[in-house]
Protein backbone atom coordinates (compact mmCIF):
# COMPACT_ATOMS: atom_id res chain seq x y z
CA UNK A 1 0.00 0.00 0.00
CA UNK A 2 1.52 3.45 -0.45
CA UNK A 3 2.96 5.34 2.22
CA UNK A 4 3.63 9.35 3.01
CA UNK A 5 6.36 9.90 5.47
CA UNK A 6 6.74 12.72 7.80
CA UNK A 7 9.32 13.91 10.20
CA UNK A 8 7.78 13.57 13.68
CA UNK A 9 8.74 17.28 14.66
CA UNK A 10 10.10 20.49 13.40
CA UNK A 11 11.16 23.66 15.80
CA UNK A 12 11.11 27.20 14.00
CA UNK A 13 11.55 30.64 16.09
CA UNK A 14 9.12 33.14 15.66
CA UNK A 15 9.40 35.33 12.37
CA UNK A 16 11.67 32.34 11.04
CA UNK A 17 10.77 29.93 8.04
CA UNK A 18 9.16 26.74 8.73
CA UNK A 19 10.06 23.87 6.28
CA UNK A 20 8.06 20.56 6.39
CA UNK A 21 8.50 17.61 3.89
CA UNK A 22 6.30 14.62 2.93
CA UNK A 23 8.04 11.58 1.06
CA UNK A 24 6.28 9.32 -0.68
CA UNK A 25 7.08 7.21 -4.05
CA UNK A 26 6.71 9.44 -7.16
CA UNK A 27 4.79 11.75 -4.80
CA UNK A 28 5.74 14.64 -7.64
CA UNK A 29 3.20 13.06 -10.07
CA UNK A 30 -0.02 13.68 -7.36
CA UNK A 31 -2.12 16.23 -6.25
CA UNK A 32 -0.74 16.72 -2.28
CA UNK A 33 -2.98 18.43 0.65
CA UNK A 34 -1.86 19.81 3.92
CA UNK A 35 -3.91 19.88 6.90
CA UNK A 36 -3.23 22.02 10.40
CA UNK A 37 -4.47 20.46 13.27
CA UNK A 38 -4.60 22.30 17.03
CA UNK A 39 -4.94 20.49 20.04
CA UNK A 40 -8.46 19.22 20.35
CA UNK A 41 -10.11 20.67 17.10
CA UNK A 42 -10.76 18.89 14.03
CA UNK A 43 -8.31 19.43 11.15
CA UNK A 44 -8.15 22.47 8.69
CA UNK A 45 -6.81 22.60 4.71
CA UNK A 46 -4.03 24.66 4.34
CA UNK A 47 -2.95 23.99 1.11
CA UNK A 48 -4.68 21.84 -1.67
CA UNK A 49 -3.44 21.03 -5.09
CA UNK A 50 -0.13 21.31 -3.69
CA UNK A 51 0.15 24.95 -3.98
CA UNK A 52 -2.95 26.42 -4.02
CA UNK A 53 -4.50 28.13 -0.35
CA UNK A 54 -7.88 27.79 0.85
CA UNK A 55 -9.38 31.30 1.01
CA UNK A 56 -9.35 32.46 4.51
CA UNK A 57 -5.80 30.79 4.54
CA UNK A 58 -2.58 33.79 5.28
CA UNK A 59 -0.34 34.01 2.17
CA UNK A 60 2.65 32.68 4.25
CA UNK A 61 1.50 29.06 4.20
CA UNK A 62 2.91 27.32 0.54
CA UNK A 63 3.46 24.23 -1.18
CA UNK A 64 5.36 23.20 -3.31
CA UNK A 65 6.08 19.30 -4.93
CA UNK A 66 9.30 17.95 -6.54
CA UNK A 67 10.31 14.54 -7.57
CA UNK A 68 9.29 12.06 -4.50
CA UNK A 69 9.06 15.01 -1.66
CA UNK A 70 6.33 17.76 -1.46
CA UNK A 71 7.11 20.08 0.95
CA UNK A 72 4.84 22.95 3.28
CA UNK A 73 6.30 25.98 3.82
CA UNK A 74 5.50 28.87 6.19
CA UNK A 75 7.20 31.79 5.85
CA UNK A 76 7.54 34.07 8.98
CA UNK A 77 6.36 31.39 11.35
CA UNK A 78 3.94 32.83 14.46
CA UNK A 79 3.06 30.92 17.67
CA UNK A 80 -0.35 30.53 16.64
CA UNK A 81 0.89 28.16 13.96
CA UNK A 82 2.14 25.79 16.59
CA UNK A 83 0.15 22.64 15.46
CA UNK A 84 0.33 19.13 13.63
CA UNK A 85 0.67 18.94 10.15
CA UNK A 86 -0.94 16.33 8.31
CA UNK A 87 -0.02 15.68 4.06
CA UNK A 88 -2.16 13.85 2.19
CA UNK A 89 -2.75 12.15 -1.18
CA UNK A 90 -4.71 9.95 -3.20
CA UNK A 91 -3.29 7.10 -4.95
CA UNK A 92 -5.29 3.80 -6.85
CA UNK A 93 -8.54 5.46 -5.47
CA UNK A 94 -7.32 5.39 -1.99
CA UNK A 95 -6.58 8.32 0.66
CA UNK A 96 -3.23 8.23 2.69
CA UNK A 97 -2.21 10.79 4.98
CA UNK A 98 1.02 11.06 6.15
CA UNK A 99 2.36 10.11 9.76
CA UNK A 100 2.20 14.12 11.01
CA UNK A 101 4.98 16.94 12.03
CA UNK A 102 4.69 18.44 15.03
CA UNK A 103 5.45 21.76 14.56
CA UNK A 104 6.82 23.60 17.86
CA UNK A 105 7.51 27.58 17.80
CA UNK A 106 10.50 28.63 20.53
CA UNK B 1 -22.26 28.95 5.79
CA UNK B 2 -21.28 25.29 5.28
CA UNK B 3 -21.78 22.92 8.22
CA UNK B 4 -20.70 19.23 8.51
CA UNK B 5 -22.76 18.63 12.66
CA UNK B 6 -21.90 14.86 13.47
CA UNK B 7 -23.37 13.26 16.65
CA UNK B 8 -22.70 12.55 19.89
CA UNK B 9 -19.93 10.67 21.97
CA UNK B 10 -20.45 6.98 22.30
CA UNK B 11 -19.22 4.22 24.46
CA UNK B 12 -19.60 1.05 23.12
CA UNK B 13 -18.62 -2.60 24.44
CA UNK B 14 -16.24 -5.37 21.95
CA UNK B 15 -17.94 -6.96 19.29
CA UNK B 16 -20.79 -4.21 19.21
CA UNK B 17 -21.66 -2.19 15.92
CA UNK B 18 -21.47 2.16 16.74
CA UNK B 19 -23.45 4.31 14.43
CA UNK B 20 -21.90 7.97 13.84
CA UNK B 21 -24.12 10.60 11.86
CA UNK B 22 -23.09 13.42 9.94
CA UNK B 23 -25.80 16.36 8.84
CA UNK B 24 -24.34 18.43 6.10
CA UNK B 25 -25.68 21.97 5.81
CA UNK B 26 -25.22 25.05 3.52
CA UNK B 27 -24.51 23.57 0.43
CA UNK B 28 -26.12 21.16 -2.09
CA UNK B 29 -25.64 17.64 -0.63
CA UNK B 30 -25.37 15.94 -3.98
CA UNK B 31 -22.97 18.24 -5.53
CA UNK B 32 -20.05 16.37 -2.83
CA UNK B 33 -18.89 13.07 -1.32
CA UNK B 34 -19.00 12.61 2.30
CA UNK B 35 -15.97 11.10 3.44
CA UNK B 36 -14.82 9.15 6.98
CA UNK B 37 -11.29 9.44 8.74
CA UNK B 38 -10.57 8.61 11.85
CA UNK B 39 -7.81 9.34 14.68
CA UNK B 40 -6.92 7.05 17.47
CA UNK B 41 -5.33 8.57 20.54
CA UNK B 42 -2.16 10.53 19.66
CA UNK B 43 -1.79 8.88 16.30
CA UNK B 44 -2.28 9.64 12.86
CA UNK B 45 -5.38 10.39 10.66
CA UNK B 46 -6.62 7.14 8.60
CA UNK B 47 -9.05 7.48 5.94
CA UNK B 48 -12.21 4.80 6.21
CA UNK B 49 -14.01 5.49 3.02
CA UNK B 50 -16.50 8.08 1.07
CA UNK B 51 -19.80 7.96 -0.03
CA UNK B 52 -20.98 9.62 -3.16
CA UNK B 53 -23.94 12.21 -1.75
CA UNK B 54 -25.48 12.03 -5.26
CA UNK B 55 -25.91 8.50 -6.06
CA UNK B 56 -24.83 6.47 -2.86
CA UNK B 57 -21.59 4.97 -4.44
CA UNK B 58 -19.63 3.91 -1.78
CA UNK B 59 -16.07 2.68 -1.55
CA UNK B 60 -13.48 2.00 1.33
CA UNK B 61 -10.52 1.63 2.82
CA UNK B 62 -9.14 -2.32 2.45
CA UNK B 63 -8.49 -1.95 6.64
CA UNK B 64 -12.30 -1.70 7.30
CA UNK B 65 -14.05 -2.63 4.10
CA UNK B 66 -15.21 -5.92 6.09
CA UNK B 67 -16.65 -3.79 9.21
CA UNK B 68 -18.19 -0.94 7.10
CA UNK B 69 -20.43 0.67 5.80
CA UNK B 70 -21.44 4.02 4.70
CA UNK B 71 -25.14 5.01 3.86
CA UNK B 72 -26.75 8.54 3.26
CA UNK B 73 -30.44 9.78 3.23
CA UNK B 74 -30.70 12.72 0.68
CA UNK B 75 -33.84 14.50 2.04
CA UNK B 76 -32.32 15.03 5.80
CA UNK B 77 -29.02 15.94 4.51
CA UNK B 78 -27.06 13.48 6.72
CA UNK B 79 -24.89 10.48 5.92
CA UNK B 80 -23.90 7.84 8.42
CA UNK B 81 -20.87 5.37 8.95
CA UNK B 82 -21.47 2.19 10.82
CA UNK B 83 -18.38 0.21 11.97
CA UNK B 84 -18.97 -3.20 13.45
CA UNK B 85 -17.32 -5.69 15.34
CA UNK B 86 -15.78 -2.89 17.32
CA UNK B 87 -12.61 -3.68 18.94
CA UNK B 88 -10.25 -1.98 21.84
CA UNK B 89 -8.89 0.10 18.90
CA UNK B 90 -11.35 1.40 17.26
CA UNK B 91 -11.06 3.89 20.28
CA UNK B 92 -10.67 7.05 18.51
CA UNK B 93 -12.26 10.19 17.65
CA UNK B 94 -14.39 9.75 14.08
CA UNK B 95 -14.71 13.17 11.62
CA UNK B 96 -16.95 13.29 8.44
CA UNK B 97 -15.01 15.02 5.97
CA UNK B 98 -16.52 17.20 2.23
CA UNK B 99 -15.16 16.32 -0.93
CA UNK B 100 -16.61 18.04 -4.10
CA UNK B 101 -17.09 15.37 -6.60
CA UNK B 102 -15.54 14.47 -10.10
CA UNK B 103 -12.08 16.11 -8.71
CA UNK B 104 -9.37 15.78 -9.67
CA UNK B 105 -7.87 16.54 -6.10
CA UNK B 106 -9.67 14.78 -2.94
CA UNK B 107 -9.58 18.03 -1.14
CA UNK B 108 -11.04 17.91 2.70
CA UNK B 109 -12.50 21.58 3.10
CA UNK B 110 -14.90 21.26 5.78
CA UNK B 111 -15.22 18.47 8.48
CA UNK B 112 -17.48 17.78 11.46
CA UNK B 113 -16.46 18.48 14.74
CA UNK B 114 -15.59 14.84 15.63
CA UNK B 115 -17.43 12.40 17.40
CA UNK B 116 -15.25 9.99 20.41
CA UNK B 117 -16.08 6.58 20.13
CA UNK B 118 -15.05 4.59 23.31
CA UNK B 119 -14.34 0.90 23.11
CA UNK B 120 -14.48 -0.52 26.82
CA UNK B 121 -15.99 -3.33 28.90
Known amino acids: SYELTQPPSVSVSPGQTATITCSGNHLGDKYVSWYQQKPGQSPVLVIYQTSKRPSGIPERFSGSSSGNTATLTISGTQAMEEADYYC?????????FGGGTKLTVL | QVQLLQSGAEMKRPGASVTVSCKASGYIFSDYAIHWVRQAPGQRLEWMGWINGGNGNTKFSQKFQDRINITRDTSATTAYMQLSSLRFDDTGIYYCARVALYTRSPDFDYWGQGTLVTVST
Open chain 1, 88 to 96: QAWDSSTIV
